[in-house]
């Protein structure tokens, strides 16, 4: 028996194929750059996040995929960390106003506790993952 589903099903399942190949394409472009393998899935899962959180699709999400890289780096298990914001911006030809840009929007949404350490670098912590 054939079976109607409501357009809005369609439309959900249409967003959720897009989202997915978004974060594909964000994986592949994180993998092209010299960086630790062990992040990239977790740089992946909270972009994943944030776009789930969202109700619209960033501009440009290679600069969330590098903001979220950072911030998975940053995590204070990582201390001492103490790379620049310019040396990192450097390794990705982004500017740091677009690092800071889109750190600040992945942090608010999501209620990241921000710690700077005696040299004002900063480590994020997540408050429902990361503290119990």
């Known amino acids: 028996m054939l079976e109607l589903y409501p357009p809005e099903i369609e439309i959900i399942n249409t967003k959720d194929r897009i989202t997915i190949d978004l ?14 393998k062990n992040f990239v899935l977790d740089t992946v899962s909270l972009v994943y996040r944030y776009l789930r959180a969202n109700s619209k699709i960033p501009h440009n999400l290679y600069k969330f995929f590098i903001a979220g890289y950072y911030i998975v780096t940053r995590h204070p298990f990582a201390f001492p960390a ?3 914001k310019r040396n990192f911006c450097k390794k990705f030809n982004l500017e740091i106003s677009s690092l800071e840009y889109c750190v ?4 608010s949404r999501f209620g990241y506790i921000k710690i700077l350490d005696d040299m004002n670098f900063p480590y994020f912590l997540d408050p429902e993952r990361d503290l119990s």
Do not use: R, W, Y
């Open 23 to 36: 974060i594909k394409d964000g994986e592949d472009f994180l993998t092209q750059f010299d960086i630790d």
């Open 82 to 84: 103490h790379e620049s």
């Open 104 to 107: 600040n929007k992945i942090i």
